[in-house]
């Protein structure tokens, strides 16, 4: 006669220790990022809902479970860390050997440069002021491609880039993103791209990723950092990029890179 009346209790009990709510705010997270996060602290019992119109979620479990997703919540839904960067795109007929000045082999035919051999001078030099926030893309457009080379038409024609009498005028650039690496160092990738246009249009058609150029360094916050292409399609870039400047129809591509961090 006292199992029935004590299994009641413990079935009332555990309803009882379900029935915490707690309605949550999301500021800068993704709102099914933060959804997906909380949902992996919670019991068996417990469920997440989202507000979108008001980025709301409505948390409902045990109250140390709840605790728990709003602990790291908390944690992931800081203010991006914001940045700064700097890069200086220059073209022109390298003066000197790059071999003799390579401090490092990066992915997509990109070597790092010592400060000495990023000193050479160049025909022309680029620069552009770029506002972002971690793990965030901002965009470069280095300017229109006029093929003057028939190697640069059927390195652009790899991509689609063709036509049977003349070619559609192209313009090229880079994605760059900024994650931070720990301590006081940050990782840049920089992701190459050609954009098709039609007569007096910008933007036409999107985006083609140059995928085989994309690279990536680790670089100290405040320290300018030198890179250049030399091989497969981040040699073809450069040419391709410079095809209008440069008086030989060849052109080497080089890049300063600065990233500060911004209060």
């Known amino acids: ?28 997270l993704p709102l099914a990022e933060a959804e997906s996060a909380v949902r992996t602290q919670l019991s068996p019992a417990g469920s997440v809902t989202s507000m979108p119109s008001r980025r709301l979620l409505i948390i409902q479990d045990d ?41 490092a082999v990066l992915p997509g035919g990109w070597v790092r440069l010592t400060a000495s051999a ?49 070619l559609v005028p192209v313009t090229g650039g880079f994605d760059v993103l900024v994650q931070p690496a720990g301590g006081n160092m940050v990782r840049v990738q920089l992701r190459p791209w050609l954009r098709r246009l039609q007569p007096g249009m910008h933007g036409e ?28 399609d981040a040699r073809m870039l450069g040419v391709a990029l410079g095809a209008a400047r440069a008086s030989s129809g060849s052109s080497q591509l080089l890049m300063r890179l ?6």
């Open 258 to 263: 600065k990233v500060e961090q911004l209060p």
């Open 1 to 28: 006669m006292l199992r029935l009346p004590l299994l009641l209790f413990l079935l009332l009990a555990g309803t009882v220790a379900h029935a915490e709510t707690a309605v949550v705010e999301v500021y800068y």
């Open 63 to 103: 109250a140390a479970h709840i605790e728990q997703a709003t602990a790291l919540l908390k944690r992931l839904d800081a203010r991006p860390v914001q940045y700064r960067a700097t890069v200086t795109i220059s073209q022109g007929e390298q003066r000197s050997s790059l071999a003799a000045g390579v401090q």
């Open 205 to 232: 058609g999107g985006n083609i990723a140059v995928a085989a150029a994309d690279t990536e360094l680790t670089i100290p916050l405040g320290s300018e950092v030198a890179i250049a292409a030399t091989s497969a």
């Open 118 to 166: 990023s000193a050479d001078s160049m025909s022309d030099n680029r620069s552009y002021n770029l506002r972002l926030q971690s793990g965030q893309p901002a965009n470069i457009e280095a300017g229109e491609i006029v093929p003057l080379t028939t190697e640069v038409q059927s390195w652009l024609a790899g991509y689609g880039i063709v036509e049977t009498v003349t």
